[in-house]
C-alpha cells in the first residue's frame, strides 16, 4: 500500500514536473516566437477580403503604352466609370516601370520616358481620387521582362521598401525570375520583414507561381497577404479555365488577409466570348481570388463593364467569410462549386466547359443548405429569382457560367 502510495506521488511528482517544463517551454517558444515577430498570420491587417483594382500587364506588357498617362487615366476611368464605387481601389503598375540601372545611391530610378516626373507624381495622383496604387519588383536580381530585365530586390529588401514607402506605395508584387537558387520562403520573408520596417502599411503579393517545393500555399499566410497558385494566365478560354482547376484542391488555404491568387483578369483583352468572360468573372469571384482588372478599361465596352460591374458577384467575392469555393460535383465537363456566405447563404456555380450547352444540377442540401421546404435561388447575371424546394438546375451556354445565390425559407 505504502509502496504503492509512495509510487504513486512519484508519478504525480514526475507528471507535475513534465506539465511545468512543458508550460515553461511553452512560454518560452511563445515568448521568442512572438519576439521574432512570426505571428501565425502574416499581421498587417490589410486585405482582410480579396485585393480589387487594376494591373497594366495582361493589357501592355512592356508596350510603351505603358506610362504616367494611361496610369492617371485609368484612376480617373475607376470614378467616372463607376468603378470605384462597386469597390475597385488599388491602381497596380507592373515590369518595366524602371530604368535598367540604380542610381549612385543604389536607388531604383523610375524610367524616364514612361514616368517622366517619377513614381511618386504618380502615386499623389492615384491617391488623390480615393484610391491606393501598387508597384512590382522581382525577389531576384533582375525582373522578369524588359531585355536584361530591370534591377530586381534580392539583397536591396529594405533600401527599396523604404523607397516604395517614400513614394506612397500601398501594395507590391513581388516577382520570382533571376532568383538565383536563393530558397523561396528565405527570399519572400526578407520582404515582408522589409516592408512591415518601411514605416508603411503595403499590401504584400507573392508571386512565385507555385513554383518550388514546399508550395507556397503551404507557407504563404504569416508571409504574405496573397500568392500566385499559378503560371501566366493568357486570354485564352484553355488557360483561364486551366487557372481554376489548379486553385480547385487550394480552398482551405484561402481566407481574411491570405488568398490564393489565379492571376489577373483577362476581362476585356478580346480573345475570349463574352460568355467566356462571365465565366471567368464568375469563377474568380467563387475562387475569392483578387479582382485585378487587366484590360485598358480607358476604352472598356459596355460588356465589359457590366462584366466588372457585377455587384451581386463582387459581393460573393468580397464576402467577410473569406471563403474560397470548393467542388461539389464534376463530371463531363459538367461542375458544380459552392461557396459558403457570413450570412448563411451559399454562392453556387454551374459551370458548363462543353462546347455545346448542356444542364447542370445539384441540390440544396449537397451545397451544404439542407433542411428547409423551401429555397431562394437569386440568378447572378440574369437576376431572375425563383424559389425551389431543393433542387437547383440550369440550362448553361457552352463554356458558361451560371451563378445562383441560395437562402433558406
Ligand atoms: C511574371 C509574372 C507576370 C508579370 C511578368 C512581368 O511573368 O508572373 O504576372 O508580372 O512577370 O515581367
Redesign the pocket.
Known sequence: MQGNARSGGLRSFLAAATATATTAAAAVTFTLTAGAGQAAALDNGLLRTPPMGF?N??AT??DASFNESMVKGVADAFVSLGLKDVGYEYVNI???WAEPSRNANGDLVPNRTRFPNGIKAVADYVHSKGLKFGI?T?AGTK????GG?FPGALNHEKQDAKLFASWGVDYL?Y???NNQGVDAQQRYKAMRDALAASGRKIAYSI?E?GQTDPKVWTWGEPVGNLW?TT???SDTWSSMIGKVHINDDLARYAGPGHWNDP??LEVGNGGMTATEYRTHFSLWAMMAAPLLIGSDIRNATATTTSILKNTDLIAVDQDTLGKQATIVSSSGGKVVYAKQLANGDRAVALLNENSSSATVSTTASAVGLGGSSSYRLKNLWSKATTTTTGSISASVPAHGTVVFRVSRG
Do not use: L
Open positions: 494591373n500587364w495582361n506588357h512592356c507592373d515590369d518595366c512590382y522581382s525582373t522578369c521582362n524588359g530585365g508584387k516577382d520570382n525570375c508571386c507561381w500566385r503560371g501566366d494566365i492571376d489577373m
